[in-house]
């Protein structure tokens, strides 16, 4: 017999956004009781005789059924009644999000009709909660978001959950809710794993050849690296018959100990779900192979050797990192503050980036399609095949085909719906023309053009992207990055009138940003008063500090002219200097800047900081000679002097 659970009073938060929406994301830290919520609305609404669906998305200790799947279930006789698994293999939310949205989805498309729970797991930092909280909303289809957060701990996802558009309820979680510790979690899922498998009343011998693999599978020569890993069985349509429990690999079978199947397996999902030694149910380390000694010609030089410092800008609300150093291929990543979000200034080697950056890219600026600034298109093209939004890029005019000649180059005969999608901007003089570019698609799709008065590409609420045209053999853009506003929290003066921080001061600072005086903001003490008179007791504005950008551009005076009408008064300017006044001839020949038309276009320009890069390799062992001919020509601060370390700006 169930133990009784609580019901939710009747003026409770949640089931005031179940009578708005019939589906509904419970998020919060774990321990904050997102599945003692859902599992009270449930007794709630069944005591008033509805029906209450859960989807739980927490494949390491989720609230109904099995660890290591997400799990559907249904309200019934004071329990959840499990109606159906999607197999993951893995208890890890965060590396392996996007077979769990998968999953979600799949789960979410099988529910009936009426209220559905999505008890989300509790990821709720970083790239990969920035990721998830946003891909499970759209694949469970709900309607508004309930997020459990204390107002002295403010949910590190505010900002994440206002851009889904969606209805957004905050609680503060009961009382007596606390984190239960790993190894309370490690134990429970064990036991949970264990009644799992105590429905299963003989092995199972499957033969591998019939069968495929998915997942992140051992190798087959390491048999002993698959016994006690949890295995998934999927039919053809990738439904899930069961999750069990692998004994063996002997040869090319497995013996499997599994609860009855509904069907014959299709194919089989292993990842990193596994019984460890001590018995309980964990997560298994990757499995080691043993590396390839490198000969001493072979041993690599440090990246800092080989491609130079990489400096830094700080902007205030942006970050700006020179990715591949003064020598490598021009690729310069800024970061917006306080957002998982990133954008581009060229597409160099991005070997120096993490791949789940890519998911948080939105917007690139190309300068223009020579190999050394578009080449790392093909990883941004890889990380972007899933559920995301589509990646806006802007260059010059021919940008377009020649990215859909990248995309063309490969088969896309497998990823249907979750095809990266592109749009793209090439500006002509002062017009923006725009296409889309869809994988599997033969050529780019025409949008509608824009006006892009100045150079004008992109504009949004806090900066916006100028660029100007310059002269490299083929049109080159030069780029700068323009904030509006920098706006600053005093933080005496909060502790002055005794109000804790929280998200209340990131929807005060939009307010003030989009010139929306007159909203009303409501304060943790609960009364409310207008962004305005906020701001005056609150916050410090000042201007923007501009940052521009500018590589491969010819010295002619026509190219000088433009670019010091970009970059004049920027608070920092990214300039190439690829060679010595002594090689002229080659930056003619090439279409480059010699250091010292570097120095002398930052000097014109009247810019407070210098950060001269692109440098040829000739001068990979001193680059001092560099620096001297700039320092002549510009007095002010240059980054990556020889001896200095990483600049910050």
Not at 86 to 113: G, I, K, W, Y
């Amino acid at each position: 017999m169930p133990a009784p659970t609580e019901h939710l009073p009747a003026n409770h938060p949640l089931l005031a956004l179940l009578q708005r929406h019939e589906r509904v994301l419970v998020a919060g830290a774990p321990g904050s009781g997102k599945s003692t919520l859902v599992r009270a609305a449930a007794a709630t609404l069944a005591a008033r005789g509805q029906a209450c669906h859960c989807l739980s998305a927490d494949p390491g200790l989720p609230g109904i059924g099995p660890p290591g799947a997400a799990c559907l279930g249904r309200w019934e006789a004071g329990e959840w009644r499990l109606e159906a698994i999607a197999a993951l293999a893995t208890l890890d939310a965060a590396r392996f999000r996007l077979p769990l949205v998968q999953a979600v989805r799949r789960l979410a498309e099988q529910a009936p009709a009426g209220t559905l729970l999505l008890d989300a797991p509790g990821v709720v930092r970083g790239a990969a909660g920035a990721e998830l909280l946003s891909a499970l909303a759209q694949a469970a289809g709900v309607g508004a978001l309930l997020v459990l957060a204390a107002e002295t701990a403010p949910f590190p996802l505010h900002e994440e959950c206002r851009a889904l558009g969606l209805e957004v309820v905050t609680l503060a979680p009961a009382p007596h809710a606390r984190h239960p510790g790993k190894r309370w979690r490690r134990a429970r899922r064990s036991d949970d794993w264990d009644a799992w498998l105590a429905q299963a009343h003989e092995e199972a011998v499957l033969e591998l050849p019939s069968l495929s693999l998915t997942g992140t599978t051992p190798p087959r020569s390491a048999p002993e690296a698959w016994a006690g890993r949890q295995v998934g069985l999927l039919d053809a349509r990738g439904d899930t018959l069961g999750l069990g429990e692998i004994l063996a690999l002997e040869g090319e079978r497995l013996r499997i100990r599994t609860p009855p199947l509904a069907g014959t397996p299709h194919s089989l999902v292993v990842r990193d779900a596994r019984r460890g030694r001590d018995g309980q149910l964990g997560t298994a380390l990757p499995h080691a192979t043993a590396p390839e000694t490198p000969g001493p010609d072979d041993t690599p030089a440090p990246l800092e050797s080989r491609d130079g410092p990489r400096p830094r800008a700080d902007l205030g609300s942006f970050t700006a990192t020179l990715v591949n150093g003064v020598f490598g291929d021009p690729l310069l990543h800024l970061r917006l503050r306080h957002q998982s979000r990133s954008l581009l200034f060229d597409l160099g080697d991005p070997g120096r980036l993490p791949a789940r950056l890519a998911h948080q890219v939105s917007d690139v600026f190309i300068s223009h399609a020579h190999f050394d600034h578009i080449g790392g298109f093909l990883w941004l093209l890889r990380s972007r095949i899933g559920e995301y939004p589509p990646c806006r890029l802007y260059g010059p005019p021919g940008l377009a085909e020649h990215l859909q000649g990248l995309v063309s180059g490969i088969l896309w005969d497998r990823v249907a719906e979750k095809a990266p999608r592109f749009e793209v901007g090439e500006l002509h003089g002062e017009r923006l023309v725009r296409w889309r570019i869809v994988a599997g698609e033969t050529r780019p799709t025409p949008l509608p053009a824009r006006p892009a008065p100045g150079g004008l590409l992109h504009e949004e609420l806090g900066f916006r992207v100028r660029a100007t045209t310059l002269d490299h053999g083929t049109p080159v853009l030069a780029f700068a990055l323009e904030p509006e506003r920098q706006v600053a929290v005093r933080k005496e003066r909060l502790e002055a009138h005794g109000w804790p921080p929280g998200p209340w001061l990131g929807t005060l600072k939009h307010h003030v940003l989009a010139g929306e005086g007159e909203a009303r903001i409501r304060l943790p003490d609960g009364t409310t008063r207008s962004a305005a008179s906020l701001a005056q007791a609150l916050l410090l504005t000042r201007p923007g500090e501009r940052l521009v950008y500018a590589t491969d551009l010819g010295d002619t005076a026509e190219n000088r002219r433009r670019l010091v009408a970009l970059a004049r008064g920027a608070r920092v300017l990214f300039c190439e200097a690829p060679f010595l006044a002594a090689e002229a001839e080659q930056a003619r020949r090439t279409g480059h800047l010699t250091a010292r038309a570097c120095g002398e276009i930052a000097a014109a320009a009247g810019v407070a900081r210098l950060v001269p890069f692109h440098f040829s390799r000739r001068h990979i062992t001193d680059t001092r000679r560099l620096h001297d001919e700039i320092r002549l020509a510009f007095p002010g601060e240059a980054a990556g002097e020889p001896a200095g370390k990483e600049e910050t700006g």
